[in-house]
C-alpha cells in the first residue's frame, strides 16, 4: 500500500514539475529581493512566475492553495533563519509554515477570479488583503515579509510617500502580474495562425495602462521625495548622536551580563564627549541609545542611574535610555516589566518617557502561557513585557522625537500615530544582539521604508548594529558595522508637514483590499458563480493537457 502511495505520489510530482519548479524558483526569487541580498527588481519577477502557475487552465483552486503554500515556504525558510538563533529550529519551521498559509489562501482565491477581466487588478488587490491579514492575526500579526519592505533600494519606493507599505507593496506584485499578463497574450496571440492573429490582437491594453500607472506614479512622487531627502527647505537643523555600545558576546547569554552592556553604552557615550570636546565632531542636541542599553532599571538601581547621568553630563545632552522598568504589577511570580526609553537629561535625570507599546508575542510575553508553557521548553524564555499606552512621541531638547522601538517600527500604525501626534523626527531603538546581521539589514529596510512615508529623517540606534542615519528619501547618510562599538553623529532636520501616507495611509490599504473583493465580487458576475462549474468538471474527467493540474 505505501508504495503504491509513493507511486502515485511520484507521478504527481512528475506530472507538475514545472509549475512546481518556477513555484519554487519565485518564492526563492522574492527572499532574494529583501536584504541582505536585496535584488529588489526579483520581487516583480516573482510575481510574474507565481501570476503564470496561478492562471494556467489546468490549476485547480486546491492547486492554488498549494503553489501558494509552497511559494510560502520557499520565502519564509529562507528569510526567517534568524529566529532559530533564539529558539532552535522547529519554531523557526512551524513560523514559517503558519505564515505560508497566507499565500496559500491567495493562491486559493486567485485560481477563482482569474477568469475575470483585469485579473492582474485583481490578483494585486487580494495579496493586499493577504498581507494585511497576515500583519492583524494571530496575536497582532507578523508584518515580517510584507513584500514593499523588499523595495527600499528600488524606485518603487517612493511610493510610499503616498500610501506606505500597502502601497509600496502593491505597486509591485501589480507590475509582476501585469508583466505576465502582457506575455501571456503576446505568446498566445504569436501562436495563432495568421489570420487570427490579423482578426485579433493581443488583449495588453489592461496590463499595460497598469504598468504604464505604476511607473506614472514613482515618477510624479519622486521628485518631491528627492528634493526632501536633499535637505531642501528652511527645516530646522539639529545634531543627534546615536551610540553603538555593543555587547560582550552574542547569543541569549547576554542578559546575564547587563552591567557590561550599560557600561559599554556609557564608555562609548564618553568617547563622543572627548571628541566633542576636541572639536573632532559637533556637540549632539540629544542622544540616542538602543533598546536594552541598560537592562538595570536605572529608576529602582541608584548605581545605574549614577552611570546614565554621569554620561549625560559628560556629553551635556539628553539621553533616550532603553531599559527595563518594573511595572506597577511586579513581583516575583509575576515579573511584569515595560521595554521604555527613558529621556535622561543632564543634571535632573529621568524625564519624559515612552513605554512600548507593541509587545512581540513569544518573546516578549508569551500569550495563553499555562498552554504554550506545556508545549515547548522554550516558551519560558519569553518575557513578561506589557504594552504601554502612549502616542509614542517624548520630548528631548525640546525636540519632539518619535519613538518606534525594535519590534514596533514594523507596524503601520505605530510610526504613524507618533507623526501625527507631533513628532519632527523618529528613533528606532533596538536590540538585535540575539540574532544576526541578515535580521539586522532586513530591520533597517523598515526604517528607510518608514523615513520616505512620513517624511522624516530617522535614527536607529542599535546595541550590537547596524545603527544608522536614514534621510526622508531612504537613504543611509551614515551607518555602523555590525557587531562593533561606535557611535555615529551628524546634523538632521527637524519636519513638520505630513505626508499623503501619514494622513490618509488606512484608508489606502482599505482602498486596495477592496480592489480584492471587488475582484471576488467580478468573478461571480463574470461566471454566474465564484467556482466556474468547469473547473470541477476538469478534475473527475482530465484532459491530456491537464494531466500536469494542481
Not at 159 to 164: C, I, K, N, T, V
Amino acid at each position: 500500500m505505501a508504495d503504491g502511495v509513493l507511486r502515485r505520489f511520484g507521478r504527481a510530482v512528475a506530472h507538475r514539475a514545472v509549475p512546481l519548479t518556477v513555484t519554487l524558483a519565485a518564492g526563492v526569487a522574492l527572499y532574494a529581493s529583501f536584504p541582505p541580498v536585496g535584488w529588489w527588481f526579483l520581487a516583480i519577477v516573482a510575481f510574474a512566475a507565481l501570476g503564470w502557475v496561478l492562471t494556467r487552465p489546468s490549476t485547480t483552486p486546491v492547486g492554488g492553495l498549494g503553489y501558494g503554500l509552497l511559494f510560502g515556504l520557499a520565502f519564509y525558510l529562507p528569510l526567517l533563519p534568524w529566529i532559530s538563533g533564539l529558539v532552535g529550529a522547529v519554531p523557526w519551521i512551524a513560523l514559517s509554515f503558519a505564515e505560508a498559509v497566507f499565500p496559500a489562501l491567495f493562491g486559493l482565491v486567485a485560481v477563482l477570479v482569474r477568469r475575470a477581466p483585469g485579473w492582474p487588478l485583481w490578483f494585486a488587490g487580494l495579496w493586499s488583503a493577504q498581507e494585511w491579514l497576515k500583519s492583524t492575526v494571530p496575536f497582532g500579526g507578523f508584518p515580517w515579509g510584507v513584500v514593499g519592505f523588499s523595495q527600499t533600494d528600488g524606485p518603487l519606493l517612493s511610493l510610499a510617500h503616498l500610501g506606505g507599505a500597502p502601497l509600496v507593496s502593491f505597486a509591485t506584485v501589480l507590475l509582476g502580474f501585469a508583466v505576465a499578463a502582457m506575455a501571456l497574450e503576446v505568446i498566445g496571440w504569436w501562436r495563432r495562425d495568421a489570420a487570427a492573429r490579423e482578426a485579433a490582437p493581443p488583449a495588453v491594453v489592461l496590463p499595460g495602462l497598469c504598468i504604464a500607472l505604476v511607473f506614472l506614479s514613482t515618477a510624479l512622487v519622486w521628485p518631491q521625495v528627492r528634493k526632501s531627502g536633499a535637505g531642501a527647505g528652511d527645516d530646522p537643523p539639529v545634531t543627534v548622536a546615536a551610540v553603538q555600545g555593543n555587547v560582550p558576546r552574542l547569543g541569549l547569554d547576554f542578559n546575564a551580563q547587563r552591567r557590561a552592556v550599560l557600561d559599554n553604552h556609557v564608555r562609548e557615550t564618553l568617547r563622543l564627549a572627548d571628541d566633542v570636546r576636541a572639536g573632532r565632531v559637533p556637540r549632539p542636541m540629544l542622544v540616542i541609545w538602543p533598546e536594552n542599553s541598560s537592562d538595570i532599571d536605572p529608576l529602582a538601581n541608584r548605581d545605574a542611574a549614577q552611570q546614565i547621568s554621569s554620561a549625560a553630563g559628560a556629553v551635556d545632552a539628553p539621553i533616550l535610555v532603553g531599559g527595563v522598568v518594573a511595572a506597577p504589577g511586579y513581583s516575583r511570580d509575576n515579573p511584569e516589566s515595560t521595554n521604555s526609553v527613558i529621556v535622561w537629561n543632564p543634571g535632573t535625570g529621568p524625564a519624559d518617557r515612552h513605554d512600548k507599546r507593541i509587545v512581540q508575542p513569544f518573546g516578549e510575553y508569551l500569550p495563553w502561557r499555562g498552554f504554550f508553557s506545556r508545549l515547548s521548553p522554550y516558551a519560558e524564555r519569553a518575557g513578561y513585557f506589557v504594552p504601554g499606552d502612549g502616542d509614542g512621541v517624548v520630548q528631548a531638547a525640546g525636540v519632539p522625537v518619535g519613538v518606534t522601538t525594535c519590534w514596533e517600527v514594523i507596524f503601520d500604525r505605530a510610526a504613524r500615530e507618533s507623526v501625527r501626534s507631533g513628532a519632527q523626527l523618529l528613533a528606532v531603538p533596538t536590540n538585535n544582539a540575539t540574532f544576526d546581521e541578515a535580521m539586522s539589514e532586513q530591520q533597517l529596510a523598515f526604517a528607510r521604508l518608514r523615513a520616505v512615508e512620513h517624511d522624516r529623517y530617522t535614527v536607529v540606534a542599535g546595541t550590537t548594529g547596524i545603527s544608522a542615519m536614514i534621510s526622508p528619501d531612504g537613504r543611509m547618510l551614515s551607518r555602523t558595522d555590525f557587531f562593533e562599538p561606535a557611535y555615529l553623529d551628524r546634523q538632521l532636520r527637524l519636519k513638520s508637514s505630513l505626508t499623503p501616507a501619514t494622513r490618509f495611509g488606512p484608508y489606502v490599504e482599505a482602498v486596495l483590499i477592496a480592489l480584492g473583493a471587488a475582484g471576488v465580487i467580478a468573478a461571480i458576475l463574470h461566471n454566474g458563480s465564484l467556482v466556474p462549474a468547469r473547473t470541477w468538471a476538469r478534475r473527475a474527467t482530465p484532459h491530456k493537457e491537464d494531466e500536469g493540474a494542481a
